[in-house]
């Protein structure tokens, strides 16, 4: 794989105002991202984990200009989009699309099936007439495994999976290079799950694209993902590749994470030591003063209270934020 | 619903798993043969139809079925009473306090009442709905100010606000309509604004902006689709409002001048000959009454039709 | 505290438009002047009609002539009527007693038909007694005000001779204008409560306080009526609007000598001063009833004041 930077994320900060009173003055913020910094490199998948609550989707959202960032920078082969125009991020968009978690409120209750696939074709003007934009919708909803004969049918007339297919083709819609995946399985039921990873996973092997998969699901994770980050309220904890986050997890709630993951081996799984999280997830508008995990974490000193990890990279392409690594 | 599921994922039904299962699900390919077969199934709603299609073919026709000119003056004739009185004469409904035919101007009623319910909606909804689109989707200023105004509009009672400007302006069914209309808006606009920001965080908004849809794409073709069903509804209801507005004013003699055949106009003029001549009066009231009741029994069918939930906001 | 503040700031943006509105209907044509002078201008010089418009002030800029409309307002001061030779605020608030009686006994009357009828409703579901309350209400809330006083007036009035068919001063004068006023509150009210208590017996609490053994009787009294009565006092604001703005209509067939009437015959002989007068009286007091109400309201139910 070259090593090509596709999306450089730096500092990225994403904080939602809270407003009260009479006057509706801003009172505090919602820090969803608080900064953070990573790379996604051209054609690999990065794996983006941690528990609700912690920034994943709203980092996602962010990183495609969904919201503005309240900081920070996110550049898209090179270009950083915080400075252009919205006319511009809106051209830009060809180029970056996301899939979303629920198949069910994410597909326009009142748009056939092929009204949705060619809205992208027809919004960027890739299309010159009706009867290219048809042929076109027909290759991609052959390409995600829909029956073309279903471009007449409205979304509510087909089962989660077949909607997630209709959401993978509207996103493959523009050919993009990078796609966001949030939560893009989590919605569906475990059967179903399988066949949307192995049709993302054929996808990209075939159009040579780019992931960012956000979820919550470890397991499914590891299996697509070239390199896994982990988020905990708000900021990046740990990232390197998806082999060497599972078997040698360096921060805390890595751990945490990764030993509440079931082993399917009876014998296996009693004899494992089990590292239980205790405590609620503080809130993200008021989060604890130094290491933002200190307050669920076991092995936390006066020091991790008092004075924040930096983000740095420990060993080759392993990054941590801990004192205690 | 038929299951169309052929890949593998065959054991999943398809109904009733997500709440986003939009209830317009009945409304498909076939719409308008089915709209109409289980309008039939209500007794209420079809009787309604009936008395609407009778009232709009009297509007339109109004020229071949009216018996006599409706404004031709005969003071010979005047208060001659009904056939249904004593079985006599040639006014089947009687004549006026001028002589001029009663059933020609019920007749020739239906008209004025039907235009201005109609024209006023258009006007006002045309208003209303950009006002409200445009409010609920952008929020900031415009709305500020919209709601403001929502908040005088609720605190003034549109009959009011209409009388008064209809008394400066004169009465006239052009300007009536144009008066109806810009003070009908503002409730449209609330509840079509209300719908809107019930929408515009729904992810399938998000999901226009991120394939990179304009905002006048996702306002007008992503989520105004998805408020049809309030604005039509709203819609039925207001072109009833609309008529009683109409011959209230023109009761009070300010809507349509007093030549003008209109069933407001015509109760009026019976008022004065109310221990006289009770057919000035019956006839219109009747008239007005059962239009108003059939509009607002369609407009509570259709309303549960299209989508029942609107029944806790209209 | 926050909530009172605002919702204060509300009712004076709410009194400022009213009083735009009032002011600005002279000049919805162009030239106040025409429309005062009407067709007595016909007879006039120029001169004349030039001296008119400087006694008037209407040669003023407009902002000039809305704060000098604004500062004698709020000193009750509307003008003189050239109808009836007294300042215009006299002949308002002379009305105004009428119209306010007339307006609370329709109130009275409208809840205490409403809430009983939307109860026996609600308990019945789908039996005769709903069915029948059901149309009743579809016909009250479509049948227009001055088709059913006219109505009233031709059965109690022409044919029964029960009661008086205009004016007033007795007991028997305020019936039919009552029930008249009455009959779209009735409906709606109706409607509401039948719709609101339904909602009501479904809820968890309602089914505890039943499975508890609760007679029946009082856990429609006690637990579903006083939750479904909360929505109804919100649309009490509302009506108060009604009810003065179905004034107009129903002291107009009545004769009833209140300030609907009077703006009606002020608008016939162009008596614009009377009609601004009584417009902004009536929207005042409509404010003011609404603010009162919504007040006691947040007080009531907490979570008001945490919406919006």
Redesign the interface.
């Known amino acids: 794989m070259k090593n090509e930077v596709l999306v450089r994320v730096k500092d990225l900060k994403m904080h939602f105002p809270i407003r009260a009173g009479v006057l509706n003055r801003v009172v505090g913020a919602v820090k969803a991202v608080d900064g953070v910094t990573f790379d996604i490199l051209k054609g690999e998948t990065l794996g983006l984990v941690g528990e609700s609550g912690c920034g994943k989707t709203t980092a996602g959202r962010a990183i495609l200009h969904l919201y503005r960032p309240t900081a920070g920078e996110v550049a898209f082969r090179g270009v950083d989009l915080a400075k252009e125009s919205p006319e511009y991020v809106r051209r830009a968009r060809r180029h970056m699309q996301m899939i979303f978690q629920d198949p069910y409120a994410s597909l326009n209750p009142q748009m056939r099936v092929g009204e949705i696939i060619g809205r992208p074709l027809r919004v960027h003007g890739l299309v010159k007439d009706a009867q290219e934009e048809k042929h076109l919708v027909t290759e991609l909803m052959q390409k995600v495994g829909l029956n073309t004969s279903y471009r007449d049918r409205y979304p509510h007339e087909f089962s989660g999976g077949q909607r997630q297919r209709i959401g993978i083709a509207r996103a493959l819609a523009t050919s993009p290079d990078f796609i966001v995946c949030d939560e893009a399985i989590s919605a569906l039921d475990v059967s179903i799950q399988a066949q949307i990873i192995n049709l993302l996973e054929q996808l990209r092997d075939d159009l040579g694209l780019t992931y960012l998969f956000i979820a919550h699901d470890l397991g499914m994770v590891r299996y697509i993902s070239t390199r896994v980050g982990v988020m905990y309220l708000g900021k990046m904890m740990e990232l390197t590749s998806s082999d060497e986050l599972y078997d040698d997890p360096l921060h805390p709630y890595t751990k945490a994470l990764l030993s509440a993951i079931p082993i399917p081996d009876p014998p296996l799984e009693r004899q494992r030591q089990r590292m239980l999280l205790e405590g609620d997830l503080p809130s993200p508008s008021n989060p604890p003063a130094g290491c933002r995990f200190s307050s669920r974490c076991p092995l936390a000193t006066e020091h991790c209270r008092a004075v924040e990890p930096k983000f740095r990279e420990v060993t080759t392409r392993h990054w941590v934020a801990c004192h205690l690594v | 619903m038929t299951s169309l599921d052929q890949s593998p994922e065959n054991g999943v039904a398809p109904t009733s798993e997500g709440p986003a299962a939009p209830p317009q699900q009945v409304v498909e390919h076939s719409k308008k043969s089915q709209l109409l077969s289980r309008l039939f199934r209500s007794k209420a709603a079809t009787i309604s139809l009936i008395i609407l299609l009778l009232v709009l073919v009297a509007a339109v026709a109004a020229p071949w079925l009216a018996p006599n000119d409706p404004s031709a003056i005969k003071l010979i004739q005047r208060l001659k009473p009904p056939l249904y009185v004593n079985g006599a004469g040639t006014h089947w409904l009687g004549t006026d306090s001028l002589g001029r035919d009663v059933l020609s101007r019920i007749i020739y009623g239906a008209r004025v009442s039907l235009t201005v319910g109609v024209s006023a909606v258009a006007i006002s909804g045309t208003i209303g709905l950009l006002v409200g689109l445009l409010s609920g989707y952008f929020g900031g200023l415009v709305d500020d100010v919209f709601m403001r105004i929502c908040d005088i509009q609720l605190s003034f009672p549109t009959i009011m606000l209409a009388l008064t400007i209809m008394a400066v302006l004169g009465s006239g069914l052009d300007k009536l309509i144009l008066v109806l209309g810009l003070t009908g808006w503002v409730q449209y606009g609330r509840i079509v604004r209300s719908q809107v920001i019930s929408i515009k965080n729904d992810e399938f908004v998000l999901a226009a902006r991120a394939t990179g849809e304009r905002q006048w794409q996702m306002l007008f073709q992503q989520i105004l689709p998805n408020i049809w069903s309030p604005v039509i509804v709203i819609g039925s209801f207001t072109i009833a409002t609309n008529i009683v507005a109409e011959a209230s004013l023109s009761f009070l003699g300010v809507g349509v001048p007093p030549n003008v055949p209109s069933w407001g106009t015509m109760l009026a003029d019976g008022r004065q000959y109310i221990g006289v001549a009770d057919w000035l009066t019956i006839p219109a009231g009747i008239a007005i009454s059962l239009t108003v009741l059939a509009i607002n029994i369609l407009g509570d069918w259709l309303r549960d039709y299209l989508d029942p939930r609107l029944k806790n906001i209209l | 505290m926050?909530f009172i503040?605002?919702r204060l700031?509300?009712s004076l943006?709410?009194v400022f438009?009213?009083s735009i509105?009032?002011f600005g209907?002279?000049f919805?044509?162009g030239d106040p002047t025409e429309?005062l002078l009407g067709n007595g201008a016909d007879h006039m010089t120029v001169a004349q009609i030039q001296d008119f418009r400087v006694k008037m002030g209407f040669d003023r800029p407009w902002y000039v002539q809305y704060a000098s409309f604004v500062g004698k307002a709020v000193q009750g001061d509307f003008g003189y009527s050239f109808v009836r030779h007294e300042p215009a605020y006299e002949v308002i608030m002379d009305k105004m007693p009428a119209t306010i009686q007339l307006a609370s006994v329709a109130f009275v009357l409208s809840l205490l038909v409403s809430i009983p009828l939307g109860v026996l409703s609600a308990m019945r579901p789908h039996k005769p007694i709903d069915r029948i309350a059901t149309v009743l209400a579809?016909?009250g809330?479509?049948?227009?005000?001055?088709?059913l006083g006219?109505?009233l007036?031709?059965l109690f009035?022409?044919q029964l001779k029960w009661l008086p068919?205009s004016g007033s001063g007795s007991w028997q004068h305020i019936i039919m204008p009552a029930i008249t006023l009455a009959a779209f509150p009735i409906a709606r009210n109706m409607r509401l409560t039948r719709?609101s208590m339904l909602d009501f017996m479904q809820r968890d609490f309602v089914r505890t306080a039943r499975a508890k053994g609760i007679s029946e009787t009082r856990v429609v009294y006690a637990h579903v009526l006083r939750n479904s009565l909360l929505p109804l006092v919100t649309s009490i604001g509302?009506e108060a609007?009604?009810l003065?703005?179905?004034s107009?209509?129903t002291e107009?067939?009545f004769g009833w000598p209140g300030v609907g009437r009077e703006?009606?015959s002020a608008?016939?002989s162009k008596d614009?001063n009377v009609?601004q007068a009584g417009?902004i009286m009536?929207?005042l007091i409509?404010?003011g009833v609404?603010l009162i109400i919504d007040l006691a309201y947040s007080w009531i139910d907490p979570r008001i004041r945490y919406d919006t």
């Open positions: 926050r503040i605002r700031l509300q943006i709410v438009g009213v509105i009032a209907m002279l919805m044509t429309i579809l016909i809330q479509s049948i227009p005000s001055f088709w006219i109505l007036i031709l009035g022409v068919i719709s509302l609007g009604f003065l703005g179905g107009v209509i107009t067939i703006i009606v608008i016939g614009f009609v417009v009536l929207a409509f404010a609404n």
